[in-house]
């Protein structure tokens, strides 16, 4: 099999291993930029190589609106379209379809709706979703899922329902082959009755990996660590567990402590675009007079490009300026603090310090997790 999951060490809950794909192996826990549009935005998949970054995420969704998925299988795939040699992970679609398309119609067979681009009626189904990610290539597809408010129970609970139903029909649309692994997808809000409803039913399906979806959508984070709490244990041990969506670093840390294995999240670049950077002591805006003369860098610890070349007095005058350079520095800083931050932990799980590193790292960025609620 050219995919499979292999766990090499555990301390609690938190677990390093390897997840073995086609096109690399995969250190977990690891954290995987997003490349919406087949594009980690203003960064190169070379910077991606040297920042160390073994998975990238790609989006369905967009994809699919364009360029399409039919160009990209007929010129290679999406590993030689946006030229990135490892291994890629394709959402389903499904959180784009509820959070920025104007739903027409739900049902049992799928999701009517207008995209966000032209208003077109675009219809997508769980044999659709399952198609459109099998020609983009990714190493790592999901199943096609509903994705409600997540505190509102009744609305969770026909979610749960036709989430698992659809992902009978992914499974039945997709070959297990061993080339493409199809996540099943958790759901269940913040509802730990719901959530165990959820995994029971998906674990008969004997996917090769479950995410755990419907969070970092709106409950605090008080409540999403309650739900991971409920959650994570009820995956199976042995296949990889993704948290979707989830990207601060201290939701990183708060996770891998309590088994979670992948992340993805647009924040590191999202936060460059409007100016801030992710250091040790906490974010920083580097729009702020008081980086007018910094001639120190982001962050005293980082080993970054950025850092380790460009002052903050520097970046401050680019992000003013609206300099496209600067987009790409602040970039390039925040994955490789996410990225970095991840594989210490991965290290700190194989040496039996992780909880040491966890109290110092949250003690250092100066957040109380369960009080903070910004995403």
């Not at 995969?26 to 040297?50: C, M, S, W």
């Not at 007929?74 to 490892?86: P, S």
């Not at 992970?89 to 027409?104: A, H, K, M, P, Y």
């Not at 990183?252 to 040790?280: K, M, N, Q």
């Amino acid at each position: 099999m050219s995919f499979y999951f292999e766990t090499l060490k555990m301390q609690g809950r938190a677990r390093a291993g390897i997840l073995h794909t086609p096109h690399g192996a995969i250190p977990t826990p690891v954290f995987a930029p997003v490349g919406t549009l087949a594009t980690v935005k203003a960064v190169p998949p070379r910077d991606l190589h040297e920042i160390g970054a073994t998975l990238v995420l790609a989006n369905t969704y967009h994809l699919h609106l364009r360029p399409g998925e039919d160009l990209i299988r007929d010129l290679g795939g999406l590993h030689r379209f946006m030229g990135w040699t490892g291994p890629i992970l394709t959402d389903s679609g499904g959180f784009q379809v509820f959070s920025l398309g104007e739903i027409n119609h739900i049902d049992d067979e799928g999701v009517t709706f207008r995209n966000h681009i032209d208003g077109g009626q675009e219809r997508l189904t769980p044999e659709s979703a399952t198609q459109i990610q099998q020609k983009l290539g990714a190493d790592i597809i999901m199943c096609f899922d509903e994705c409600p408010s997540p505190t509102d129970y009744e609305q969770v609970m026909r979610a749960v329902e036709r989430t698992n139903r659809w992902a009978v029909r992914c499974r039945e649309r997709h070959p297990d082959d061993g080339q493409q692994a199809l996540f099943g997808i958790q759901q269940g809000g913040v509802f730990a009755a719901l959530r165990e409803r959820s995994i029971d039913f998906l674990r008969d399906l004997d996917f090769p990996g479950y995410a755990i979806g419907g969070l970092a959508v709106g409950e605090t984070k008080a409540e999403m660590y309650s739900t991971l709490d409920v959650s994570v244990p009820l995956l199976p041990e042995h296949k990889p567990r993704y948290l979707m969506g989830v990207g601060a670093p201290d939701d990183l840390a708060e996770a891998i402590t309590r088994g979670v294995d992948i992340f993805d999240c647009v924040l590191p670049t999202r936060l460059a675009r409007h100016g801030s950077a992710f250091t040790r002591g906490g974010r920083i805006n580097m729009r702020n007079l008081e980086f007018a003369r910094d001639e120190s860098p982001v962050d005293l610890t980082c080993t970054c490009y950025c850092c380790q070349h460009f002052t903050r007095a520097y970046l401050r005058h680019l992000v003013q300026t609206k300099e496209l350079l600067g987009h790409y520095l602040l970039s390039v800083h925040n994955i490789h603090f996410l990225v970095k931050h991840v594989q210490a932990m991965r290290e700190a799980i194989l040496t039996e310090t992780l909880p040491a590193y966890v109290n110092d790292f949250l003690h250092a960025y100066g957040l109380n997790p369960a009080e903070d609620t910004e995403r």
